[in-house]
């Protein structure tokens, strides 16, 4: 190839390249969003648009979203996910944890699905394994090594004196199950023992709570599925009126005169999903991108609460938390 051949060739190379770089800045990108809605996310939703912004995403411009909430009725989900799958956008983002992901998988293995909240990825058949997710599945879990154990250490650390803690669950939700079976195998080594207390029905808290009465539980442990935070009031109630302490997932709860709040920071987890549908828009394949475990927690205790139930906070825990509500 003579200088003249040589410079035309990678001349038009370079400029096929421009023409390629400037076609894709100027894509505009449609996002699936598909929602259980069973807990209210509108301020962990807007994390993720704020995670979106930071990264150049504006609605409207260079990103159009597509949503779907199947508002609590899990039945719905497989619908409103061939829906998404229909109207062909170029990824998916689930929220509300496992069940929302699993509809998504399955309505499409070629569309590119974010979790935003996955309790327990691989446990529940989400993905193959958290290094190498595999298929079209990738995001973020709420799950972490140890937690449900350190969840059981601190309400021990409060309440000395307690031995028999129930926890409530609904077989909806697998990772909470699995969060189940976790704080057995751990409580006997802490000197407790864990009354698993199933929901019956979606709605039937109250019979929860008479097998938790029934029982003789002095704790209370709750994991941070939608099921546990819809019904945030009546939990945190129940836990008040029978002088049970009780350590929960979500900061809301201690916000609403629960004792402790113990786990992930939903708000930076919701922000760093931005990241990986940001990395899935350029072109990373979701079986490449490992699964994110939770690396920030947040330990809330509200004093006002320990107070009404005799507890008195040892002063290293206190040190130890992110916010002691007065």
Known sequence: MDRRAFISVVGGSILAALAAEGQQAGKVYRVGWLSDGVRPERGLQEEFIKGLAALGYT??????????????????????????????????????????????????????????????????????????????????????????????????????????????????????????????????????????????????????????????????????????????????????????PAIYSLREFAEGGGLLAYGTNYPAMYRRVASYVDKVLKGARPSDLPVEQPTQFELVINLKTAKALGLTIPQSLLIRADEVIQ
Do not use: W
């Not at 935003?116 to 709420?142: W, Y």
């Not at 031995?163 to 006997?188: G, I, Q």
């Open 59 to 244: 609605e409207g411009q260079n990103i159009v979203t597509e949503r779907r909430n199947a508002e609590g009725n899990f039945e719905r989900l497989p619908k409103l996910a061939r829906e998404l799958v229909t109207l062909k956008v170029d990824l998916i983002v689930t929220f509300g944890g496992v069940p929302a992901t699993k509809a998504a998988k399955a309505a499409t293995a070629t569309i590119p699905i974010v979790m935003a909240e996955a309790g327990d990825p691989v446990g529940t058949g989400l993905v193959a394994s958290l290094a190498r997710p595999g298929g079209n599945v990738t995001g973020l879990s709420t799950m972490a090594p140890d937690i449900t154990r350190k969840k059981l250490q601190l309400l021990r650390e409060v309440a000395p004196k307690i031995s028999r803690v129930a926890t409530l669950y609904h077989r909806s939700f697998e990772a909470t199950v699995l969060n189940v079976r976790e704080a057995e195998a751990a409580a006997p080594a802490l000197g407790l023992m864990v009354l698993p207390i199933e929901m019956g029905a979606f709605q039937a808290v109250d019979a929860a709570f008479g097998t938790i009465t029934r029982a003789r539980a002095d704790a209370l442990l709750t994991f941070g599925d939608p099921f546990v935070s819809r019904h945030q009031r009546e939990i945190v109630a129940f836990a008040a009126t029978n002088r049970l």
